[in-house]
């Protein structure tokens, strides 16, 4: 039996600039995981066998873990059945990276189980193969992504940051979005910029951007609800995360942000409270990433 955490994460910048010929959208972000995670376990049996704690959960071919799976299987020829366990608490369609962050948790158990040695490239061209967060997700460490997802630069942060996710009930297709982008009405984050203040431990404020907030918000005008009323208390700096629709603060001084989830915790969002994670990390340490 493997067990993995799938973390989730925020993109502190997202900055999307050029649709290629392939159809596929260049981008330039800074991802940061955060300690908030889904638990998998697999183990091999004699019969496929499915358990979730969240019933919408489907394990067919569009579910990001049996797609690696298969992928896996094919690569290096097994044929083993397996019991999976998905302890499910990232929201779907949130802009967190849940589903690829179970693919890559995936990948990280099947590494071990069957002692499977990869190249970076290796690790790469799979993971891409499955979402275009999968890598980001798979070495799970701060930093800048780019291209399809297929480019990793870790970063180093000089400092902790608490963070506030609100998420309304529903939640925005990453399709959609790209598909609404309007490159020149959105925002383009200067994503350098930010990448040396985080590592320097300077001040983030007014650094941040997304240019998928521009479609987001004319698909669920709830994201701006949340927005403005996170705004309204003048704490830290708010910005919706990926594609949505995840709305998250950002701050170094954890009272603001616990005071900030003690107004929203009874509301109808999905809220939680968390931190960013850096190198620094126990899980990261143990995983010699």
Do not use: W
């Not at 949130?94 to 690829?100: K, Q, R």
């Not at 630069?153 to 309007?182: F, W």
């Not at 931190?275 to 899980?283: G, H, K």
């Amino acid at each position: 039996m493997m067990i993995d955490r799938a973390y989730a994460k925020i993109n502190l910048s997202l900055d999307v600039f050029n649709i290629r010929e392939d159809g596929y959208h260049d981008i330039n972000s800074i991802m940061i995981p955060i300690r908030f995670y889904d638990e998998l376990e697999i183990r091999i049996q004699d019969h496929d066998e499915y358990e979730c704690n969240k019933p919408f959960i489907h394990f067919n071919e569009y579910n990001s873990i049996i797609k690696m799976i298969d992928i896996l299987k094919r690569r290096y020829g097994i044929t083993d059945h397996y019991y999976i366990k998905l302890d499910k608490l990232i929201p779907i369609k949130a802009g967190l990276g849940g589903g690829t962050a179970d693919a890559a948790s995936t990948l990280r158990i099947f590494q071990k189980m069957y002692n499977l040695q990869m190249s970076d490239e290796e690790i790469i061209e799979i993971c891409t193969s499955v979402g275009a967060d999968v890598p980001f997700n798979y070495y799970n460490v701060p930093a800048i992504v780019s291209g399809i997802g297929d480019r990793i630069e870790k970063i180093d942060l000089a400092k902790e940051y608490y963070v506030l996710l609100v998420k309304p009930k529903s939640g925005v297709s990453t399709r959609a979005a790209y598909e609404m982008l309007d490159m020149d009405k959105c925002d383009h984050p200067d994503i350098e910029r930010l990448r040396k203040a985080l590592e320097n431990g300077d001040d983030i404020h007014g650094l941040l951007g997304n240019s998928l907030e521009q479609p987001a918000l004319l698909l669920n005008e709830e994201i701006d609800t949340i927005i403005k009323k996170l705004k309204s208390y003048m704490i830290g700096d708010v910005l919706m995360s990926g594609s949505g629709s995840t709305v998250f603060c950002i701050s170094e001084d954890e009272q603001q942000i616990r005071y900030l989830y003690q107004q929203f915790k009874s509301s109808r969002y999905f809220v939680r409270f968390t931190r960013t994670m850096s190198y620094n990390d126990d899980e990261i340490k143990r995983r010699g990433q």
